[in-house]
């Protein structure tokens, strides 16, 4: 009973620090007697033998956010002095801890029903999901711009760099068969079924800006697409001299039956007992796509635009100081020229996306018949950026109804991640949680990574059949979650 109560004081604390919360922890790969470890490699359900159904409506609930070493404390955080009691934004902060290439990462998921069973050596599983994701991405030079204006970079030629943003909010209807090939080799495939049903993609989003030393003009040029798809009308219009974005006749029921994006992806996992002591294993999680075909609006911008300044004087006297008291007229035909030259086409042309693709390489050994040690090695690929992680863990079965994970990881930029893993089951009903990083619940301000999946299921187990080369005989079975002989 302690070991519940600690679990449930885990899964309380995680949810507490919600508001900084990458979803599907590395934790949860060793964590035994879990069926969802097959969400990171299919060939590796935690599930020896046995039914299990997840519980309707809140199956499971991945919450995630992460960065390449950006932390909310970074731009706002408590003042200092007279300002003591006051929380300030502190963008020359922000500007030192950025890298060239920057991201930050948000991601949740919610399985609303999930079932599957193992028989004998084979595993299959299905679940429906709703899933969100979105990752603004952006440069240094970009931030500086923003903060320091053109002037540091006068006499060169400045470029943004691409800056964008990838988001996509798409349903997930998943189908898993896993196989034990013999005593040694297993492997698992999972086909994913998508319908999207809101999106954005930017491509090639960049500005450049050529500024001779003497500053006597700024050659400008933007271009780049931006591709949305949502059930709401976007238009550009004019509104007293500004374009603006109008969004009209936004339908919730359409929104929530959109099947009209459809997508596919797939799960691969394998795993191999190289030894009676170590097993490697690997796999490719979401390799796929959504079409985007309705609720289209795009936008695509290629122009470019030479300021060579305001003229303060009227035009029939050049030797005087300026006269003009009216400053504000004198911008009107400067934003007429910028908007002329800086005016989207709306092609609304389909789109087509790539889901967050990950590639794992694990390998677990075997300490003793209730302990053991693993390591995994992650890479997350979207936007044309490559995102990193390895986590260290030891694992072990504490009874035959409660397993733990404890773990270390190094993820991105940050090289300090303590994580936890845990199941416990009473009778049929079995409880589960995991992060990456325990400790950005005490602190999230500060956090730059943090992540957390909770989940319930019902198991009810079955006696495992002889089978050559598969099962051993065993009086009584394993009860799941302490896989090792007893």
């Not at 922890?25 to 969400?39: A, C, E, I």
Request: hydrophobic share 40%; glycine share 8%; net charge positive.
């Amino acid at each position: 009973m302690r070991q519940f109560i600690w679990l449930i004081s885990f899964i309380l604390l995680t949810l507490s620090g919600m508001n900084a919360l990458k979803a599907q922890p590395n934790s949860l790969y060793y964590l035994k007697g879990v069926p969802q470890t097959k969400d990171l490699n299919p060939a590796r359900p935690g599930i020896e033998q046995g039914f299990y159904l997840s519980m309707p409506l809140f199956s499971k609930l991945d919450l995630s956010i992460n960065s390449n070493n950006i932390s909310f404390n970074d731009l706002i955080h408590r003042g200092t002095g007279a300002q003591a009691d006051s929380m300030v934004y502190d963008f020359k902060k922000f500007l030192s801890v950025l890298d060239v290439n920057n991201f930050v990462n948000e991601s949740a998921a919610l399985t609303l029903i999930e079932f599957g069973r193992k028989k004998g050596s084979s595993f299959y599983s299905f679940s429906w999901t709703e899933r969100e994701f979105s990752e603004p991405f952006f440069t240094k030079n970009l931030a500086n711009l923003i903060y320091y204006g053109n002037a540091p970079f006068v006499g060169t030629r400045y470029s943004t760099g691409y800056f964008g943003i990838a988001a996509q909010q798409y349903r997930e209807l998943a189908f898993t068969y896993a196989r034990d090939v013999n005593k040694i080799i297993s492997v698992g495939l999972t086909g994913k079924l998508l319908f999207g049903l809101a999106g954005i993609k930017t491509s090639g989003v960049n500005a450049v800006a050529g500024m001779p030393i003497s500053g006597d003009q700024i050659d400008l040029s933007a271009k780049g697409n931006v591709f949305i798809s949502a059930p709401v009308d976007l238009q550009l219009i004019n509104n007293n001299g500004y374009h603006a974005l109008a969004i009209n006749s936004f339908s919730a029921s359409s929104y929530l039956t959109n099947f009209g994006n459809p997508g596919l992806a797939i799960d691969f996992g394998f795993a191999a007992k190289v030894t009676r002591k170590f097993e490697f294993s690997l796999s490719l999680i979401d390799l796929g796509f959504i079409s985007w075909h309705k609720d289209i609006s795009s936008f695509a911008e290629n122009n470019n635009f030479i300021f060579r300044g305001i003229n303060l004087n009227t035009p029939t006297v050049t030797n005087l100081p300026p006269v003009k008291t009216d400053v504000a007229s004198l911008f009107i035909p400067l934003r007429d020229s910028l908007q002329a030259a800086f005016f989207p086409t709306q092609p609304n042309a389909k789109f087509t996306t790539l889901l967050p693709v990950k590639f794992y390489a694990a390998g677990e050994y075997k300490v003793s018949e209730t302990v053991t040690l693993g390591g995994v090695a992650r890479a997350r690929m979207l936007s044309n950026m490559v995102h990193t992680s390895f986590t260290a863990s030891a694992n072990a079965v504490l009874s035959p109804n409660f397993s733990v994970s404890g773990s270390y990881s190094y993820m991105e930029s940050t090289p300090v991640n303590i994580g936890l893993a845990g199941a416990y089951r009473i009778g049929h009903l079995q409880i589960y949680a995991a992060s990456d990083n325990v400790f950005s619940f005490f602190n999230p301000t500060t956090a730059t990574n943090a992540n957390l999946r909770i989940g319930i299921n019902l198991i009810y187990d079955e006696d495992a059949k002889p089978k050559k080369g598969v099962f051993k005989k065993h009086k009584k079975r394993t009860p799941v979650g302490c896989p090792f002989d007893q």
